[in-house]
Each structure stands twice: as structure tokens, then as C-alpha cells.
């Protein structure tokens, strides 16, 4: 076997020596390359170190700036605690406060509410005391309105009767006419408030009692007298009729003939004369046969067409300006009129005035 060895060396041409050399040759190259590894791990592990000591002394100044940012969040953290405790403590004495309030509020409104009730029951008392008064002045009312239709009743009954007493005693049977439909004139002017000229209080008190007599004798004429319409008209400066009957006669209900009296109680004299619109105002009425004129025969209004000054002279320019006009608006006698003289019928102007309107117009004459 070593001889086969040998041979094979001697092949090769190599000694031992030879290849310890190479042998020796290869560690060497091992030893170096591993001292250079060495090296080189050597010089990463202090660039590795160099970099962590950069890295740590980075992380003391973070640490130390974190510490400084920690410092002075926990310094905002106790001066927002301090806020917060001082928002606690005003919120809490506002709560407080506004507790005290409330309660008060509501004390305010239990207070309010029991002087509601107090006054609302004094309301209500009032309010019942106050219907008992009104039950009672109703019933006042209607007793005064029941009386009051009573005490009309007999007054309508003593003016029948006195009607038919005055009418035997003035000869109102003596009118004449159909008497069917009859239209009642009233003179209200103001001459009728004195008596002539004469403008003394005495004279003036005679002259309103005797205008009650002649409203009287009217409201007895109104109720007894036996026509199927009728009409009453006032007239002084312009005719006025009792409200509601304008430009008609009515029916001579018991009711109508009360309406009418009541109407011919609330007349004064006032105001002038127009006799001849009281005139045109009747002639116009549908179905008119009779007209019954009580006045004091002084018209004095011509609506100013008269050119003269003197009193006088204008009645008996009115008179004759009235005449004419009746003859023309009732020129067959259809209308009888009668005249009642409610001044001095013997007066020379007025009473003959009154005269000649009843003859011309188929009437009668009554001086009173």
C-alpha cells in the first residue's frame, strides 16, 4: 500500500513538503481572511456602536424635549383642572340660584294662582249678584211695561169717553166729508208758543196750556172719531208724518190710533208756517176724502217767493198764495176740508184765512 502511495506521489511530482507547504499556506490564507472578516466586523461593530451613541444621545434630547412637553401639559392640565373647578363652582352657585328663583316662581305663581281663585270667585260673585239685578230690573221692567200698558189702556178709555163728551159740547159731529179717510194736519209753528205779539212768560204759559187743550182735542179726535184710514201730519217750517206712515194712510187699528197720540204728545211748536206743504203732502195721499187742519191761520211761508217785508202783508200774501193752490190741487171739491181755528179766529188775516179755506173746499169752520 505505501508502495502504491509512493507511486502515486512520485506520479505527481509533489514531496510531503510540498504539501505541508501548501497545507500551511491554506491556514495562512484562513488566518488572514478570518482577521480580515475580523476587521471588517470590527469596523461595522463600531460604525453599528457610533450610530447607537448618535441614536441614544437622539433619544436623551427627545427624552428630555418629551420631558419638557410633559411638564407643560401637566402644568395646562392643573390650570384646566383649577378652570374646571371654578366653572363647578359658578355653575353650581348659578344652579343654586336659579333653584332659589324657581321656587320663588313658583311660590309667585301658587300666590297668584289662590288670589285667581279669590278673585275670580269675587267675580263670579259679583257676576251672580249682578244677573239677580238685571232678573230683577227685567222684572221691574216688565211690571212698569204691564203698568204702564194698563195706565194707556184707561187713558184711552177717559180720552174715548172724554172725546165723546168734547164732541157733544164742540159740535165735532158738525165736520164734514166722507170722514172715511182722513188726514189729521197739526200746526206746530212757533207762533203757537205766545199769544200774539205778547212774548211774556205769562203769555207764553197761556199759550202751552192752550196747545196741550188742542193736542188733546187732536189725540181724542184720532181715537174716537169713526174713519177707516187715517194719517196725522205736523207741520211748522216743513209737513213731518209720524215715522213709518210716510206718503200713506194707515188702517184705524187700535194699535195705529195709539202710535198716533203717542206722536201727537211729543209735538212743540217751533220753526214757521208752511201751510201749503202740509197741504200738498195730505192731497197726495191714494184715497184721501177728508182733511181736519187745526191752526192758528198765520202762514208765513211762501218758500221765500215773498218779496215783502211787513208781517201782515205776508200772511195775507201766503193766505191768497194757498187759496190759489187749492184750487188748482182739488179743483172738483173731491177733498173736503175743515179748518179749526187754534188762535184768534177773529182776526182780520188769520181767522178769515181759515174761513175761506174751509168754504172754498166744501168744509166747515170751528173756532175754539
Given amino acids: 500500500m505505501l508502495r502504491r502511495t509512493r507511486e502515486a506521489n512520485s506520479s505527481f511530482g509533489l514531496s510531503f513538503l510540498d504539501v505541508a507547504f501548501c497545507a500551511l499556506g491554506g491556514v495562512l490564507l484562513l488566518l488572514l481572511y478570518a482577521v480580515n472578516h475580523q476587521q471588517q466586523q470590527a469596523g461595522t461593530f463600531i460604525q453599528t456602536k457610533e450610530a447607537l451613541e448618535a441614536d441614544l444621545e437622539s433619544g436623551k434630547k427627545l427624552i428630555a424635549g418629551l420631558t419638557a412637553e410633559q ?3 401637566a402644568n395646562n392640565l392643573d ?7 371654578n366653572i363647578k363652582s359658578d355653575m353650581a352657585r348659578k344652579i343654586a340660584e336659579m333653584e332659589a328663583e324657581r321656587r320663588g316662581a313658583n311660590d309667585a305663581m301658587k300666590a297668584a294662582e289662590v288670589a285667581s281663585k279669590a278673585q275670580q270667585n269675587a267675580l263670579s260673585a259679583q257676576l251672580a249678584d249682578a ?16 203698568d204702564l200698558q194698563r195706565a194707556t189702556e184707561n187713558l184711552m178709555r177717559m180720552r174715548t ?6 164732541a157733544q159740547m164742540s ?8 170722514m172715511k179717510n182722513v188726514a189729521f194736519l197739526f200746526d206746530t209753528s212757533e207762533s203757537l208758543s205766545r199769544i200774539g205779539n205778547d212774548l211774556s212768560a205769562e203769555s207764553r204759559q197761556r199759550a202751552n196750556v192752550r196747545y196741550a187743550e188742542y193736542k188733546s182735542l ?8 169713526n174713519f177707516e184710514t187715517f194719517t196725522v201730519i205736523e207741520f211748522n217750517h216743513m209737513p213731518r208724518e209720524v215715522p213709518g206712515w ?3 194712510l194707515v188702517s184705524a187699528t187700535q194699535a195705529n190710533r195709539t202710535e198716533a197720540v203717542q206722536f201727537i204728545d211729543n209735538l212743540t211748536p217751533q220753526y214757521t208756517t208752511n201751510t201749503r206743504a202740509a197741504l200738498a203732502k195730505a192731497f197726495a195721499l191714494n184715497g184721501i176724502d177728508t182733511i181736519v187742519l187745526f191752526s192758528d191761520g198765520a202762514p208765513n211761508d211762501r218758500e221765500n217767493k215773498s218779496i215783502r217785508n211787513d208781517e201782515e202783508e205776508r200772511a195775507t200774501e201766503a193766505a191768497q198764495w194757498i187759496l190759489e193752490y187749492c184750487q188748482q190741487a182739488n179743483p172738483d171739491k173731491r177733498v173736503t176740508i175743515n179748518t179749526i181755528a187754534m188762535g184768534d179766529y177773529l182776526d182780520e ?14 168744509g166747515v169752520f170751528i173756532g175754539r
Avoid at 244677573?131 to 204691564?146: F, M, V, W
Fill in 161 to 166: 169717553g172724554f172725546a165723546a163728551l168734547r
Fill in 131 to 146: 244677573k239677580r239685578g238685571i232678573a230683577e230690573a227685567n222684572q221691574a221692567l216688565t211690571d212698569s211695561k204691564q
Fill in 218 to 225: 187732536l189725540a181724542a179726535w184720532v181715537t174716537s172719531l
Fill in 349 to 362: 188775516i188769520y181767522g178769515k184765512f181759515l174761513q175761506d179755506l174751509a168754504k172754498q173746499n166744501n
Fill in 71 to 73: 411638564k407643560q401639559l
Fill in 246 to 248: 210716510e206718503g200713506k
Fill in 171 to 178: 159740535g165735532v159731529i158738525g165736520l164734514k166729508g166722507e
Fill in 79 to 85: 390650570s384646566a383642572n383649577r378652570e374646571l373647578a
